[in-house]
């Protein structure tokens, strides 16, 4: 089998291949590998504003920081570390320092939709899962 006829079967196998996913499947699934691009994500009681270093976060009485770039595995998992920061209701007095807890975000996407799951790391509490879209506002009840 001379070189060109080689590159033809190769070549048709992966039309081959690709053709199959879009009729038996629907799409196959896209290599998500990569840092996540600066975007708004929102959800129920969360909202997410993700920048090239990491991410700042606005939960309905807390807020939190991811305090790195937001890399994503080919399925679309990633991990990132940060801090959460429990609020309280009334207002900031002067001089309050808020409180800033180690924390891990583990996470899922697929570019338009995102799962976030938020734990304490000093204490391997886990504060919640949340949902989120892209390119939504949070939907977010503050304390009181």
């Given amino acids: ?3 060109s006829m080689g590159l033809n079967v190769r070549l048709g196998l992966t039309t081959g291949l690709a053709s199959l996913c879009l009729v038996a499947a629907g799409p196959c699934p ?3 590998a990569g ?3 600066p975007s708004e994500w929102g959800g129920d009681h969360i909202g997410l504003t993700i920048s090239d270093a990491g991410g700042a976060l606005e939960y309905d009485c807390a807020s ?7 890399v994503a595995a080919t399925a679309g998992n990633f991990t990132a570390l940060g801090t959460h920061s429990p609020g309280h209701g009334g207002p900031i007095m002067q001089g309050e ?5 180690p924390a891990r975000y583990d996470g899922w996407t697929d570019g338009d939709q995102m799962t976030l799951k938020v734990t304490l790391t000093d204490s391997g509490e886990a504060l919640g899962t949340f949902n989120l879209k892209r390119g939504q506002t949070g939907r977010i009840l503050r304390c009181l």
């Fill in 35 to 37: 840092p996540i691009a």
């Fill in 64 to 70: 939190g920081t991811i305090d790195q770039k937001i």
């Fill in 1 to 3: 089998m001379g070189v």
């Fill in 97 to 101: 320092v808020p409180v800033r807890r």
């Fill in 30 to 32: 896209r290599d998500l």
